[in-house]
């Protein structure tokens, strides 16, 4: 059974990445759940300023919570923060609204010498699928 460490939101950032990136922050990222070396979940909440004229949640803005999602699990998992996004492909279900939440749960599906890949789904507060994603890390050099 895989060792599951549920994460007080308020203090989730500092215990496992000792530093919130800029992007999270801005995003008001809420970690929810870490399974070590296998998944992370986190939770954005749908801010009138991600809203695009339709009254939704932006595309690039759903694909900016799954990025935040995919690097912190990349550095878990990892155990390096010397990697880089090689590729993010996000393919949107249903639209999110203001007021709503989406959660994002993100799981590594591959991880190697040189790259990790990993998958995620994002649902909103009633659980729906409104979006999932596929994205490819690379550990760096100096």
Same mark, same amino acid.
């Given at each position: 059974?895989?060792?599951?460490?549920?994460?007080?939101?308020?203090?989730?950032?500092?215990?496992?990445?000792?530093?919130?990136?800029?992007?999270?922050?801005?995003?008001?990222?809420q970690?929810?759940?870490?399974?070590?070396g296998?998944?992370?979940?986190? &939770?954005?909440?749908? $801010?009138?300023?991600?809203?695009?004229? /339709?009254?939704? %949640? +932006? #595309?690039?803005? @759903?694909?900016? !919570?799954?990025?935040?999602?995919?690097?912190?699990?990349?550095l878990?998992?990892?155990?390096?923060?010397?990697?880089?996004?090689?590729?993010?492909?996000?393919?949107?279900?249903?639209?999110?609204?203001?007021d709503?939440?989406?959660?994002?749960?993100?799981?590594v599906?591959? &991880?190697?010498?040189? $790259?990790?890949?990993?998958t995620?789904? /994002?649902?909103? %507060? +009633? #659980?729906?699928? @409104?979006?999932? !994603?596929?994205?490819?890390?690379?550990h760096?050099?100096?």
């Amino acid at each position: 059974m895989p060792d599951t460490q549920t994460i007080n939101p308020d203090s989730a950032v500092k215990e496992i990445l000792n530093a919130a990136p800029n992007c999270f922050i801005m995003m008001d990222g809420q970690m929810e759940e870490y399974v070590a070396g296998k998944s992370l979940t986190v &939770s954005f909440p749908v $801010k009138d300023n991600y809203l695009n004229p /339709a009254g939704t %949640m +932006q #595309g690039g803005i @759903i694909t900016a !919570a799954f990025d935040n999602v995919f690097g912190p699990l990349c550095l878990l998992a990892s155990g390096t923060p010397m990697t880089t996004t090689l590729d993010i492909h996000t393919v949107y279900h249903k639209p999110i609204f203001a007021d709503d939440t989406l959660r994002v749960k993100a799981e590594v599906k591959t &991880s190697g010498r040189t $790259k990790v890949y990993m998958t995620a789904e /994002a649902f909103n %507060m +009633q #659980g729906v699928l @409104i979006a999932s !994603a596929t994205s490819t890390y690379i550990h760096l050099r100096k």
